[in-house]
């Protein structure tokens, strides 16, 4: 068939094929004069697909009308298609959400119920902008409050650095500032190796139960009397019945030993002479050694004429130790004869010795005074 405007020669029977464009030129789309139909076809099809996701869509914005939420979510600023700018629109969408959900709870808890005690006008359940000009009110009456009263605040505080000097000047300024007890901790016995009477720079001193007058003034002799301790010769030993959760020592504690004194407050233990019973000296022996190796009694007889032997030196003692011996007299041989051996009966008694007195159980010390301020 004749047609117009087809290219010479075609043989295609499609007619988009052999039909040619004769528009002018369309850049942007990468259509020319000249192009055949279906060249021109393909070019809007494409183009309207890219329109319609969005891709083919280029947006000619200002990088500086980019603001930091959107342009975080953007590859690059030049160049950007309405996909990528309607995505980085959602994204900073949702981000802009969380960030207002999170100040909608700190809200909730800022809005929280408020304790308004000392305020005026509002009460707990008032919200945050009424609470606090509620406060902003009551600082501004607390600060006409001062001004009318000329309070000062550097009258009425001080530096850390001047309060041991301000503290001394308030002492200085006591009645009682001469008074020993002002150097005392209460109850507590202190050694004092001082004079107690006609103390050197006023003439003070205790009375007969151990007070202390006018620089003695509440100080105490630790007599026993005035509620005081008797640390008369006596040491100070920790009590044993102070609380605690730890054992004892078995050295010092009374349940380890029957020596081991159970000291409450103020009980007293030891002595200063002990005297030892038998149950308390070492166990030991006395040995006594006796010799006694018994004797013969001689009895004289003359074996001649039957008289008896003269005694010895007029001693009117036999002679001992002369058993079976002959003696030789002028009037015939004499024998002495003797009697059984026998013991003298002899016994040995061991004497007591000892006096039975106590002997020193002191420890070295030296001797002082002890006061205690009773308040």
Known sequence: MACSNCYNGCVDITS????????????????????????????????????????????????????????????????????????????????????????????????????????????????????????????????????????????????????????????????NTDKAYNKMIPYAAIEYYGPISNYPETGDSFDASGAGLNYWENVYLCNGDNGTPDKRGRVAVGATSTPGVLPMDPAVDPGAS??????????????????????????????????????????KVNAADGNDWDQVGGSGQPIVGVENRIYNTSSAAEIATTTTLDMTGISVVNNDTGGGLGHSNVQPGIGAYYIMYIP
Do not use: R, W
């Open 16 to 175: 988009d094929k052999c039909v040619k464009y004769t528009g002018v030129d369309v850049p942007a789309l990468g259509i020319e004069n000249g192009d055949t139909l279906l060249t021109v076809e393909n070019a809007l099809v494409a183009y309207l697909t890219s329109v319609m996701t969005g891709e083919g869509i280029i947006l000619d914005i200002s990088e500086e009308d980019y603001c930091t939420l959107v342009s975080q979510y953007l590859d690059d600023l030049e160049d950007v298609t309405a996909l990528e700018l309607f995505t980085a629109l959602i994204k900073a969408a949702c981000n802009l959400q969380e960030q207002i959900d999170a100040v909608v709870a700190d809200i909730a808890v800022i809005e929280a119920d408020y304790t308004v005690d000392c305020l005026e006008g509002v009460s707990a359940g008032d919200g945050t902008h009424a609470v606090l000009q509620a406060v902003i009110t009551k600082l501004c009456e607390i600060d006409t409050d001062l001004a009318a009263l000329a309070i000062d605040i550097d009258t009425n505080y001080v530096k850390l650095a001047d309060l041991n000097e301000l503290i001394q000047a308030y002492l200085d300024t006591l009645v």
């Open 258 to 299: 029957a020596f081991n004194p159970a000291y409450t407050l103020s009980a007293t233990a030891g002595e200063n002479e002990i005297i030892l019973d038998v149950t308390q000296i070492p166990v030991h022996t006395h040995t006594a050694v006796v010799t006694d190796p018994g004797h013969y009694t001689n009895i």
